[in-house]
């Protein structure tokens, strides 16, 4: 006992001043907290018939609701003040449909494109196709119906002030409400183009901004579900049993292949769906030997020319060795290649229509779309605006060709 006390005392009397020292510092520096207002206990229906205060507790099973009893003194509390008219629009920023809240300014898709492409290309590409799993902005017409449908400015939003309201509030990404009202208008315009809603000399303005029509905005209409559809269901009688005479079997999920029938299947039903392989067949040497003059003959001067504006072409695609499927497929061997032939890319559905019909990439084709791709494949996912110069699609062709052709 004497060597327990020798131990556990000189520990005891320790906490013992701990506590001390803390009762005093607390009771020192910690204010008491104010007692509660007293107020009225509002009583439910059922407990009315028993005048019941503050001072007379309710039943403890009775529910009650508390009301202040403290009105707010006459001129408040002298606590803030009113907000400035300028504090109130540095939060007020919102832009409407019908235009409500758009500042006076201006910008066109030239000056748009370099904004931008400075500003925003690094997670949007520069056409707005993105770049990894960033948003996509352009491209998609026609899509809303696909099983991969793809929602951009131009396939899905209903209203141009949406584009305008969101850059302004949260864009760049980073650096939200950095940008002036002309560069915002810009940016605006450049989306449009890319879209191919307006022509690449159109400038937007405040007051030209509601002339502006998105194509998907007839497919947008007020949610009537709640006047429509919702008194049918709830004024109509419940059926709780024997709500049918009898029941069909139309199909056993067998048949539907959602039930496999024994582990073999089942392990099968598991692995992904493979595509067939495209069996190239070795060229013979003779070919080989063609394909190698074909490619000698190129005039080096174009191609290196090529090389040059194939920069515009670089955020999407790659050639050469060790190329592979970006935003865009990669392009090596594309001359007299199968139109969306690349394994691995998922191409959007007039790419699937011209490979089903066994198209290809002529050199006469290549130069069309090159020129004006949403002209000659409508439906494309690619937003590129076209190359402008035909000195250029010469020398861009001649370059691919440097890549091999099929």
């Known amino acids: 006992m004497s060597k327990f006390l020798k131990i556990f005392a000189p520990a005891g009397a320790g906490a013992a001043s701990m506590l001390t020292m803390a009762y005093v510092l ?83 898709v030239w000056t748009g494109e370099e904004v931008f492409v400075e500003k925003c290309a690094a997670c949007h590409g520069d056409f707005g196709e993105a770049v990894g799993r960033w948003p996509v902005l352009a491209g998609g017409r026609d899509t809303l119906s696909d099983d991969d449908p793809v ?10 002030s949406t584009v305008y309201d969101y850059v302004n509030r949260a864009m760049p990404f980073g650096e939200a409400q950095s940008l002036e009202p002309d560069e915002i208008y810009a940016i605006t315009a450049y989306l449009l183009y890319v879209n191919d809603l307006v022509e690449d000399d159109f400038t937007l303005t405040n007051e030209n901004f509601l002339d502006v029509e998105m194509p998907n905005t007839d497919n947008f209409f007020m949610d009537d579900r709640p006047e429509v559809e919702l008194p049918l269901f709830v004024s109509a009688d419940v059926c709780m049993e024997n709500c049918k005479d009898s029941v069909e079997i139309t199909m056993h999920a067998s048949v539907l292949d959602v039930t496999p029938d024994d582990e073999e299947e089942t392990a099968e039903a598991a692995e992904p769906a493979v595509e067939a392989e495209v069996v190239v067949e070795e060229p013979v040497a003779e070919e080989a030997a063609v394909e190698e003059v074909a490619v000698a003959a190129v005039d080096p001067a174009l191609v290196e020319a090529g090389e040059g504006a194939f920069r515009q072409c670089k955020s999407c695609h790659q050639v050469g060795e060790g190329a592979v499927n970006r935003s865009g497929p990669q392009l090596n061997g594309i001359v007299n290649r199968t139109i969306g032939s690349v394994e691995g890319f998922r191409y959007s559905g007039t790419f699937n229509d011209a490979r089903d019909a066994g198209d290809v990439w002529t050199e006469e084709m290549l130069a069309a779309f090159l020129a004006d791709p949403k002209g000659t494949m409508a439906g494309t996912k690619m937003s590129f605006r076209g190359v402008r110069n035909e000195d250029d699609i010469t020398a861009l062709i001649a370059y691919l060709k440097s890549f091999g052709t099929e």
Request: charged share 20%; glycine share 10%; hydrophobic share 45%.
């Open 26 to 108: 607390a009771d020192q520096f910690i204010v008491d907290m104010p007692a509660p207002v007293r107020g009225t206990l509002v009583q439910p229906a059922h407990a009315q018939d028993t005048a019941t205060t503050a001072e007379e507790p309710m039943a403890q099973d009775a529910p009650m609701v508390v009301m202040a009893a403290a009105e707010i003194p006459e001129g408040g509390f002298g606590l803030g003040r009113d907000a400035l008219a300028e504090e109130i629009a540095a939060w007020d920023i919102d832009v409407r449909p019908d235009g409500q809240g758009l500042p006076a300014g201006s910008g066109d």
């Open 151 to 160: 929602k951009t400015i131009g396939s899905y939003w209903p209203y141009l």
